[in-house]
């Protein structure tokens, strides 16, 4: 029962202490000097994410663990941390205009993204299952309360409600599947689980299954994608940006890090639970979005869609998979983020404006704004030279390259039919009669959007960073 | 050995019946007190394996915070349960079938449980001789799984931010106390001394200096 501090370095974990300790340090600044403090505060969170983000890149290059090998910082963990904390800063910045609004300056909103985000990377470097269970948690809990931070609309509190009952529900089916994975291996450490599981038996798979489907829940693939529409509808604009990126990065992390390192004795077994999900989540993003009329319930089934064609990757179990994952969640979070700049732009008369019916002819109006919504909608359709269509590519080389045709095939005729209802919005916005002037664009969206839209028309002259570092990011996991 | 064995059925017996009760039971205050039976009865059986931490914790959170906590809401609301209970003949067919699935389930796991003994050794980690539970978990909560402790309660941080994020209304009429402005009042300000004339008594201009 003795104990040493060896293996306890806390080098490692310098990034996410920062971002704990300024978290609750903004938090007592918002606590003390009241509400006028909310632009300063969410302010000092992008300084502080930022900040998170440097000190993650500083760490030694190479794999790093700590706390008993619970805490693993790779190339990996890297990659997908940075990610996660672009997400989350870009959304503090989108979010600015909501949390002017004198009814809503509330200053917890950006403490709760900060402590998310912390979540995000406890989770991203959690080589066991206590911790990734930890760190769902505060990424989770955190999540429910933003999506209901509109306290006075109905549809806000619903979505916060239903987000979190169903959750709670995930939650326990992921801490039942990993009860009985601790039960049939005796341990929670993902290497160790991987040194007792040679063969799959059946309580294992049983326990993966249910594991499994409290991933699925957070990366809202179906059949666990429910509450994602309703969510996405009513949750504040900012806040589904929010959900559509940086909790998506970090779901798919721990999905690609559970099934690849604890368990890559039984890749038959998870790959056909992989490949239905799969599957069965690109065919409903492709045909369910296309009765549609509300653009965040467009974009919520746009999600579920593109985990799906992420998970593609995952389903190959290789190490091309693993890259096309993260290229692919990369060039997507690009791309959403891209996507709800504009959405939030749509204002008319001081008044969001969520209808598809809104776009039209918005090409009159505002032509640059259009333009640049169409490319990200062309890429989020696949459509070449884009980076969607890249994302898509690597991903489909890597199924095809393990031998899963059919879900190579499925995945491109989904593709086309979900290319039908982004292409509906462009049809809109360039051949239909103006719905009328929108307000002139803030100067942080127009940011977001101009960087967002030039990654993603000029990703095929230069792919070769993203797609290096991801290689890099998917080899250490093997 | 009997003993341990009795006590094992007996625990084992009550707490499945009592639990059985919560679900029957019209009334939803029987409910909550079969809720605890079953509870006093779980901890009995964890202390009958051993882990008398785990049973006194199931006491103390689940008995005395939880449902207790459950009574206050079922007897604060006036939830009408038997309105509630009405689909369920409706319900009882599918509710069947998904039973029947989880029972063919469990059964599939027990039986590759069986089929295989090899697991079976490798389920618990040993168990210190010398040690007890309590003091077990105490070496190694702040050592061992100081991370862990240390995340949850960045967890319990959150949660209790977004309680007062979701609940905390400052409303612009609600009185509230100010202590340092009540303990600066003096008599000249919290008093005044008039004069009433007779059969006239104050007038509302007093009335309305006494107001403030």
Not at chain 2, 155 to 163: D, F, K, S, W
Request: charged fraction near 10%; include cysteine; aromatic fraction near 12%.
């Amino acid at each position: 029962m003795s104990f040493s501090s060896a293996g306890y370095q806390l080098l490692p974990v310098l990034p996410e202490l920062v971002l704990a300790v300024g978290a609750m340090a903004l938090l007592m600044l918002g606590a003390y000097r009241g509400a006028e403090t909310t632009k300063l505060v969410t302010g000092l969170a992008v300084v502080l994410l930022v900040l998170t983000g440097v000190l993650e890149l500083m760490l030694p290059a190479g794999k790093l663990t700590t706390f008993g090998g619970s805490f693993v910082v790779d190339d990996f963990a890297r990659f997908l941390k940075i990610l996660a904390i672009i997400g989350s800063a870009v959304t503090l910045i989108l979010s600015t205009e909501f949390l002017s609004d004198p009814s809503r300056r509330i200053f917890e909103y950006s403490i709760l993204v900060l402590l998310s985000t912390l979540g995000m990377m406890v989770l991203i470097s959690a080589a066991d299952l206590i911790m990734l269970y930890l760190g769902l948690e505060l990424m989770s809990l955190a999540l429910y309360v933003v999506a209901a931070s509109n306290r006075d609309n109905a549809k806000s509190n619903e979505a916060g409600l239903k987000y979190f009952v169903l959750g709670a529900l995930s939650s326990g089916m992921l801490l039942y599947g990993a009860s009985l994975i601790y039960g049939f291996t005796g341990t929670v450490d993902f290497a160790g689980i991987a040194a007792a599981v040679k063969t799959g038996s059946v309580g294992i798979v049983f326990g993966l299954v249910f594991l499994l489907a409290g991933l699925c829940f957070k990366v809202s693939a179906v059949p666990f994608h429910m509450w994602t529409p309703d969510v996405y509808e009513g949750a504040p604009t900012p806040v589904t940006a929010f959900f559509a990126s940086a909790p998506k990065v970090a779901a798919l992390a721990v999905f690609t890090r559970v099934t690849l390192t604890a368990f890559p004795g039984i890749v038959p077994q998870w790959q056909q639970i992989l490949v239905f999900v799969a599957i069965a989540s690109m065919a409903l993003g492709s045909f369910a979005a296309i009765g549609q009329r509300n653009i965040k319930r467009l974009m919520a089934y746009s999600s579920i869609g593109h985990m799906g064609f992420a998970l593609v990757g995952l389903a190959s179990g290789t190490v091309e998979g693993a890259q096309g994952v993260l290229v692919y969640i990369a060039i997507y979070v690009a791309m959403t983020l891209g996507s709800f700049a504009v959405i939030l732009t749509m204002k008319r008369n001081g008044q969001a404006v969520e209808q598809i019916s809104d776009f039209a002819g918005l090409s009159r109006t505002n032509p640059m704004l259009a333009f640049l919504f169409a490319m990200l909608l062309f890429s989020l359709a696949g459509i070449p030279p884009l980076a969607g269509f890249f994302a898509k590519w690597y991903v489909f080389v890597a199924a095809i390259k393990a031998g899963l045709f059919t879900l190579a095939v499925i995945g491109v005729l989904t593709s086309v039919v979900g290319a039908f209802y982004y292409l509906t919005i462009i049809k809109l916005m360039y051949f239909d009669e103006p719905a009328g002037q929108v307000e002139p664009m803030r100067i942080e969206l127009r940011t977001v959007l101009a960087v967002a839209g030039i990654f993603n028309i000029f990703f095929f002259v230069y792919p070769g960073p993203l797609v290096s570092v991801a290689t890099a990011a998917a080899k250490s996991l093997f | 050995m009997i003993l341990p064995a009795l006590f094992f059925y007996l625990f084992a017996g009550v707490c499945v019946a009592s639990a059985v009760m919560v679900i029957v039971s019209r009334n939803p205050v029987h409910s909550v007190l079969y809720l605890i039976l079953a509870f006093v009865n779980a901890s009995g059986l964890f202390v009958l394996m051993g882990a008398e931490f785990l049973g006194m914790m199931l006491i103390v959170v689940y008995v005395g915070a939880v449902a207790v906590l459950f009574l206050f809401v079922i007897m604060m609301l006036d939830v009408d349960f038997t309105e509630l209970r009405e689909g369920f003949i409706e319900y009882l067919p599918i509710g069947l079938v998904i039973g029947g699935i989880f029972l063919a389930e469990l059964l599939l796991v027990a039986g590759g449980w069986v089929m295989s003994p090899g697991t079976a050794k490798s389920i618990t980690a040993a168990i210190p001789a010398n040690v007890s539970n309590t003091e077990a978990l105490g070496l190694v909560l702040y050592t061992k799984y100081i991370h862990y402790f240390q995340i949850a309660g960045m967890v319990l941080l959150v949660a209790m931010i977004g309680a007062i994020v979701l609940t905390l209304r400052h409303k612009a009429k609600v009185k509230r106390q100010d202590i340092n402005v009540q303990n600066a009042r003096t008599p000249e300000l919290a008093m005044a001394v008039r004069k009433v004339a007779p059969g006239q008594g104050l007038q509302d201009s007093d009335a309305a200096e006494w107001v403030k």
